[in-house]
């Protein structure tokens, strides 16, 4: 039976340094950086997606930044409020091959996103990096264990969930 692992983390506090040997010593394949805005005023400079992503590939590790996963930052504090429930219901309808609601166009590349997550999962143990530093205030919590739920079959592949 194939295993494999996905790890989450939250930058926050965080340099760049600690994320790399994090990375390294886990084996990942790829960081995922989960956030939906990644540069900006508010982003941490080292942590926008062109120098992050060089500073990984350098030390052997692959970078991937999926915005169409991310939680809009208007939207951040109320799903933090409700535990991201909404945002693990969407989640879940996007990995149901047999829901009809997936196929909107206004989710279509949220959809699109996840199944390049999938496919990664497919290849190997990875990191999906939000902000939050606390697991459980971060939509990447919701996003991981959904994955390893949809992914994970009996007896084929078995994903489980792990966080820093």
């Not at 590790?61 to 991310?70: E, F, S």
Request: hydrophobic letters at 45%; proline letters at 5%.
């Amino acid at each position: 039976m194939l295993r494999r692992k996905i790890y989450t983390i939250g930058y926050e506090r965080r340099p760049v340094p600690a994320i790399i040997q994090f990375a390294q010593r886990l084996k990942v394949t790829h960081v995922v950086d989960v956030r939906s805005r990644a540069s900006g005023r508010y982003a941490a400079k080292n942590y926008r997606p062109w120098v992050l992503s060089a500073r990984l590939e350098s030390a052997g590790v692959k970078h991937l930044h999926v915005p169409a996963v991310g939680v809009p930052w208007t939207a951040r504090k109320e799903q933090q409020a409700e535990g991201h429930a909404g945002y693990r219901e969407l989640v879940k309808s996007l990995l149901d091959p047999h829901d009809v609601s997936a196929v909107a166009a206004t989710v279509r590349p949220m959809a699109v996103a996840i199944s390049v997550i999938v496919g990664l999962v497919a290849e190997g143990d990875i990191l999906l990096m939000g902000k939050e530093r606390k697991a459980e205030q971060c939509h990447r919590l919701a996003l991981a264990e959904e994955l390893a739920l949809a992914v994970s079959q009996p007896g084929v592949i078995e994903v489980t969930v792990e966080h820093f």
